[in-house]
Every structure is written in structure tokens, then in C-alpha cells.
Nanobody
């Protein structure tokens, strides 16, 4: 069983920054890949960014150049640095591990 605990969400003005963290615990051979997804009201959950154990990253077109995903393998933690935030980034952000496990989600609201 794997547990994922997200933190770092909140309310921020347009153009601001937030850093999300996701700490993983439990027994799994490899936390690979790890990713961030988001779901806005009335919309489907979508991939924001993912990272493999080898450091390969993938981003949604809408966040390229603004968001950066990283991981600390020793701490079993993945981060999402979000810069130049826009109102359309408002959503619940979920951490995912190996396409199987989900965190409880953390709300990000971008509003003036």
C-alpha cells in the first residue's frame, strides 16, 4: 500500500507562484513515474506534469515554461513549482504514483 500526501496549495494572485509537495510512503518497488494531475470544476482530470525515476519529464502544453516538476528520490517526494499562475490554473491538484495511487488533492485557486 502506498500513501501520498500533498501540501502547498492555496490562494494566489495571477502572476504569482506556488510550490506543491507530495510525500510518498509505503512499500512499492519503485515510485515510478510520479506525476501531478489537476481537475477543474466540470472538467476531466488532466495530466499536468510527470517525472520518471531517471529524471525524464513530461508537461501539458498549457504549463510548459511555467511549471517545473522535480523529485527527491531519497525523500520519496515530488514537487511542482508553479510560476506565472493564471486563473485557468485553478483546480484541485492530485499527486499520482505509478498510475495506481492517488493523493487526496490540494486546492489551488488563482484569483485577484
Amino acid at each position: 500500500q502506498v500513501q501520498l500526501v500533498e501540501s502547498g496549495g492555496g490562494l494566489v494572485q495571477p502572476g504569482g507562484s506556488l510550490r506543491l509537495s507530495c510525500a510518498a510512503s509505503g512499500s512499492i518497488l519503485s515510485f515510478n513515474p510520479m506525476g501531478w494531475y489537476r481537475q477543474a470544476p466540470g472538467k476531466q482530470r488532466e495530466l499536468v506534469a510527470s517525472i520518471t525515476s531517471g529524471g525524464n519529464t513530461k508537461y501539458a502544453d498549457s504549463v510548459k515554461g511555467r511549471f517545473t516538476i522535480s523529485r527527491d528520490t531519497a525523500k520519496k517526494t515530488v514537487y511542482l513549482q508553479m510560476n506565472s499562475l493564471k486563473p485557468e490554473d485553478t483546480a484541485v491538484y492530485y499527486c499520482n504514483c505509478s498510475y495506481l495511487y492517488w493523493g487526496q488533492g490540494t486546492q489551488v485557486t488563482v484569483s485577484s
